[in-house]
């Protein structure tokens, strides 16, 4: 198999596989598990930095104010869709939380032409316009919005705009978005400290191991991701992203046995329906010049 299609397609699979690990901090506050997963996941890129002895990025940094604002933006949506995931993980919204992520290439599109001022295509409109009727359809017969697909989507959507044209790859990234998130997660710890609410290390040695592995999780799929995106074209890429949200999807149905009938099939019908309206269409465009926003780099 080609290494490029290999390294992406691991990556989304286990960004797929998310639920199994924060199913198992179920007991830990999502704002918990969200200050954990910033302070770890530091150290771990910090550590992978050091090996690699790459730090003069941070002189680019420290020279450009624009930098520092576009990451301080880039890490605030960043912390809004991770704290977002996993309390709909952790309260039984994961099949809501995989329609974030099936939409969001759709919102991708539309960033590009709102803010990128990318021409979309007949197609492209179509498949947007099903998708729009999708979440209006759920938001009718649901009796209330679809907001945690929707929150998702766009934070996600926006983090990945600012990170297409972003100045730092991926790691260095990462580094510098969990540096500026850092000051505020400690702050959370030591408050929580100083009013007997820190519950780390946990009662549990493994919801412990689990906190601190948080960190290599949330950055290998990434690593892997950054690997196989520069070596396949953005319309392979394109489809490969359909693994994450598909393996949550069934998570959530068939092992956690979330409420998936009547209403939302058709729902999802017609955001599946653009979906690949969408994936046929770049599919036939034979991998022209991509699009910027046609898969924004996850995290």
């Known amino acids: 198999m080609n290494?490029?299609?290999?390294?992406?397609?691991?990556?989304?699979?286990?960004?797929?596989l998310f639920p199994l690990y924060f199913k198992q901090l179920a007991s830990v506050a999502p704002t918990d598990v969200l200050v954990h997963r910033i302070i770890w996941s530091l150290v771990f890129v910090v550590i992978v930095l050091s090996m690699r002895r790459h730090w003069s990025w941070?002189?680019?940094?420290?020279?450009?104010?624009?930098?520092?604002?576009?990451?301080?933006?880039?890490?605030?949506?960043?912390?809004?869709?991770?704290?977002?995931?996993?309390?709909?993980?952790n309260n039984g919204h994961i099949v809501d939380a995989s329609l974030g992520y099936f939409i969001t290439p759709l919102v991708n599109v539309l960033l590009g032409y709102t803010v990128l001022h990318e021409r979309l295509r007949p197609a492209q409109w179509v498949a947007v316009g099903l998708?729009?009727?999708?979440?209006?359809?759920?938001?009718?017969q649901g009796g209330q919005f679809p907001w945690i697909a929707i929150v998702l989507a766009c934070t996600f959507g926006g983090y990945g705009l600012l990170r297409k044209i972003a100045a730092l790859g991926a790691l260095e990234g990462l580094a510098l978005e969990t540096m500026i998130l850092a000051p505020p997660a400690l702050a959370v710890l030591a408050w929580a400290a100083a009013h007997g609410g820190n519950h780390f290390?946990?009662?549990?040695?493994?919801?412990?191991?689990?906190?601190?592995?948080?960190?290599?999780?949330?950055?290998?799929?990434?690593?892997?991701?950054?690997?196989?995106a520069r070596r396949i074209r953005m319309t392979t890429l394109g489809l490969l992203q359909y693994i994450g949200p598909t393996i949550q999807f069934v998570l959530g149905?068939?092992?956690?046995?979330?409420?998936?009938?009547?209403?939302?099939?058709?729902?999802?019908?017609?955001?599946?329906?653009?979906?690949?309206?969408?994936?046929?269409?770049?599919?036939?465009?034979?991998?022209?010049?991509?699009?910027?926003?046609?898969?924004?780099?996850?995290?």
Request: no cysteine; net charge neutral; glycine share 10%.
């Open 3 to 16: 290494p490029g299609i290999l390294s992406a397609a691991l990556a989304y699979t286990i960004w797929g």
């Open 58 to 89: 941070l002189r680019d940094v420290a020279r450009s104010p624009r930098i520092l604002g576009a990451f301080t933006l880039s890490a605030l949506l960043l912390s809004g869709n991770w704290l977002t995931y996993i309390w709909s993980v």
């Open 131 to 140: 998708a729009a009727a999708g979440v209006l359809w759920l938001a009718i």
């Open 201 to 228: 290390p946990a009662e549990s040695g493994l919801v412990t191991a689990l906190l601190v592995g948080i960190g290599p999780v949330t950055a290998v799929p990434l690593l892997l991701f950054a690997a196989g």
């Open 253 to 299: 149905v068939w092992l956690y046995n979330e409420a998936f009938s009547g209403s939302r099939v058709v729902g999802f019908m017609l955001i599946w329906a653009a979906l690949a309206i969408y994936s046929i269409e770049s599919l036939l465009q034979g991998g022209g010049a991509p699009s910027r926003t046609a898969v924004l780099e996850p995290e």
